[in-house]
């Protein structure tokens, strides 16, 4: 009778293999996709799987393969490049399963992968054959400059795509609310939970991709001013909103905002929800994050501070870059658009916001003119 090793089985298995925690966090990846891509488990382990992919792969895995492998248990053969050690690219089949209790409640995820690349370069030699016959001139060296040279193009069509999405979505969450009104069983009440925080999480990353595309574009975060309208009640109904979200978190509020600010209230919300989330992640957690926000002689100022440890010089170069999620803290979802956002509309503003930190405090400030009637 042959005796079987099954650690050895799995650990040096002909394909990659990842077990993750319900919320992405690898949990488990085997020798053989760490002699792979170059990272050692103790790198991988505890970070995000899509946090190893390519930007488009990181985009396509949160918006697409995630929520529908939450929905249907399962997802087969799917592309993903992976991230290496080097920085190369590692071409990937991946095939997905959920693991369930007898409640339906996710306990893991479980990945095999496999490498792709013969297979990948036949599928792109296709593509060029079949684009080459019908031109009969072009060649790789001509689509890659093209690519360059319609990278604007590329981003039209991400905003386009973000409106197209909205309507859809509109009519999903529609139906969620019309089922929640009658559901029966607890196993209905989850999956419409389940179906809700999903289309609240797409919502945020059409509007994230949308307010990307209109920053790149040159025309900006579009503004709706309120001069008049009261500032503070939409600052401390976001404060409000992210203690409930972070039950144990300190966050102080101080407002002192006396005059009017010509501003765009919904906006300078969104920008405080970033900083604020921001500062919950990267901070301390056993001490406050503080909010202040006050108006001067002809100056709105908002601050967010947080301690923890300092931001390094390398990684403050690149904060408000978009995608810029940085290494120390991998744990939160998302594509990385957050303080990019802030930045656009505190641009938008006709502002700016700056950081600084030590390692007794960061600080991030926004800074914008009162308008002149004010």
Known sequence: MVSLDFTDMVE????????????????YVNRTLTGWSGHTADQMIGKRFSDFLTMAGRIYYETHIAPLLRMQGSFDEFAVDVIKADGQRLQMIANATERRDTDGKPLSIRLALSRAT?????????????????????????????????????????????????????????????????????????????????????????????????????????????????????????????????????????????????????????MLSNLVGNALTHGSSSKPVIVHAETRERVFELWVSNAGQPIPQAAMDKLFE??????????????????????????????????????????????????AEA
């Open 118 to 270: 013969d297979r990948r370069r036949y599928e792109q030699e296709l593509l060029r054959a079949r684009e080459a016959a019908r031109t009969g001139e072009r060649s790789a060296e001509v689509n890659l400059q093209r690519e360059h040279e319609t990278s604007e193009l590329r981003e039209q069509f991400i905003a386009v795509l973000g409106h197209d999405l909205r309507n859809p979505l509109a009519s999903i969450s529609a139906g969620v609310r019309i089922l929640d009104r009658t559901v029966q069983t607890e196993k209905e009440r989850q999956v419409i939970a389940m179906m809700q925080t999903t289309v609240m999480r797409m919502a945020g990353l059409i509007d994230d991709v949308l307010d990307l595309a209109r920053g790149r574009l040159g025309g900006g975060i579009r503004l709706n001013l309120d001069f008049g309208k009261p500032l503070e009640p939409v600052l401390m109904g976001v404060v409000d909103e992210l203690r409930l979200a972070s039950p144990g978190r300190i966050i102080q509020a101080e407002f002192n905002i006396e005059r009017p600010v010509n501003c765009d209230g919904q906006r300078l919300g969104q």
């Open 322 to 371: 978009p995608f810029f999620r940085g290494n120390a803290h991998a744990s939160r979802q998302g594509l990385g658009l957050g303080l990019y956002i802030a930045s656009q509309i505190a641009k938008a503003h006709g502002g700016e916001l700056t950081v600084s930190s030590t390692s007794e405090e960061t600080k991030f400030t926004f800074t914008m003119p009162l308008s």
């Open 12 to 27: 040096n298995a002909p394909c990659g293999y990842v077990s993750l925690s319900p919320d992405g966090r690898m949990e």
